[in-house]
């Protein structure tokens, strides 16, 4: 294939946690980020980008097939997605690129099969633990990841020190920085970069972090002085009584300024251990020549409360520093728009890419028409769901009686439940409307083929897993 041919390179990176507002390209002066800042530089910045779902697994599947949860039926962060479902990697490996995935992907299984030639994960929740290849590398070396043990393996959590509770999971790694999952993620990106020509090669690299535990390895926990950060928009000295309602990850009772700023200084020092490693990555795009025929794309999976509504983490209400999230794109020509503000999905993703790469859409991948709206949901105990227009946002939680609704322009920290003031009946019905519209008319996932597969060439050896649990446990025990 002729230099001329080749279609342009794809590297997206795909951070865990990430509130849009903790970046400096979101105007955050605290952030140190340059290089997605120098990414935004030569790109575009999304003012408006929401995702679709606020839990890992599925907002992920949305990103890779173009549909909301409810259409791929992925709701939580143990489900599979089934086999009949197209994915954006598939597509283009069928259009004769290269594709690989490296990091935290979050699939169920581990290694699903929805069109990546190579995968190198480093997972951290669920069974991907026991069969990925970053926790294989460090068995090799003797070392477990305790920190991240504490917060995610039941079990562990149990036998956690007081620190890690009193900290909110805010502590310095316990791993050498050569071993952190940000670097071994990083590293393997840059092998898989090194062996790119000018086009057609597809690399989505996942970081582990920003998401919880904030175990900053190091250097990078030395990063930020906590009595210097300013605290994000939306705290509150008590949780508001509309949120006492629901079930989250720590007892908040405890969590004043002080504490959050500690955490928010971890939180921002995982943020520039990726922006270095985004550097790391431009820097090698251009000693390759090959800078200017690669499209970069920055997202996330979504947000973190941060200290809104005297919250960290997720779960709870579809608030804005839960599904606002960033998205900063750098086209394969450099083309700068600087700002673009209009509302737009983390499914709205797939076309982006084909548009770019001169690729066929296919019509269960094409963007949904916005007409000035994002919608989300979020299936627990009841179904709920969001519909949000630049300047209002409806919440529905278990049926079309139980709403809130928040004017964001003139309550932008959604304080201030709106909805049984008659004036506004008209503009609530609208939003339901346009939930209608867009749910109860979308295509539904067609079950002719909806089994899922592992990868045909990777194969467990009998017991592997098994061993891997046991090392854990025992090294775990032995830590403690």
Known sequence: MSKKEEKPNVLLILADQHRQDCLSVYGNPDVISPNLEAIAGDGVVFDAHFCPYPVCTPSRYSLFSGKYPHEHLGLDNSCTLPGGIETFPRV???????????????????????????????????????????????????????????????????????????????????????????????????????????????????????????????????????????????????IPEADKKRKYYFDYDNLDENTLRHVMSMYYSTITQIDDSVGKMVSLLRKKGIYENTMIIYTADHGDYMGFHHLLLKGGFMYDPLMKIPLVIKYPDNRRISKHSDLTCTTDLPEMIFTECGVKTPDSMKIKDNEGYVIAEYFTDSNEYMVRSQTHKLLINGSMENIMFFDIKNDPFELKDISGIPENETMINQFKEILFERFLFSPLTSHKNLNACTRPHRKYKTGEAEEMKRYIKERSSAEK
Request: contains cysteine; hydrophobic residues 30%.
């Open 92 to 238: 283009l490996k069928r259009e004769g690129y290269k594709t690989a995935a490296v990091g935290k992907m979050h699939f169920t299984p581990a290694y699903l099969n929805i069109g990546f030639d190579e995968m190198l994960l480093a997972e951290q929740n669920g069974p991907g633990r026991f069969e990925d290849d970053y926790h294989k590398y460090l068995k090799k070396l003797n070392l477990i990841d305790t920190v991240d043990l504490y917060d995610q393996c039941a079990e562990c959590r149990e036998r956690a020190p007081a620190e890690y509770w009193e900290n909110f999971g805010a502590l310095k790694s316990n791993l050498p920085q050569e071993h952190h999952s940000t670097t071994w993620i990083t590293d393997r990106t840059l092998e898989i970069i090194d062996k790119w020509g000018n086009g057609n090669n597809l690399l989505v690299t996942g970081f582990i972090k920003p998401h919880h535990p904030f175990d900053p390895p190091g250097k990078y926990a030395e990063i930020y002085d906590k009595n210097t950060l300013a605290i994000l928009p939306g705290y509150t000295p008590e």
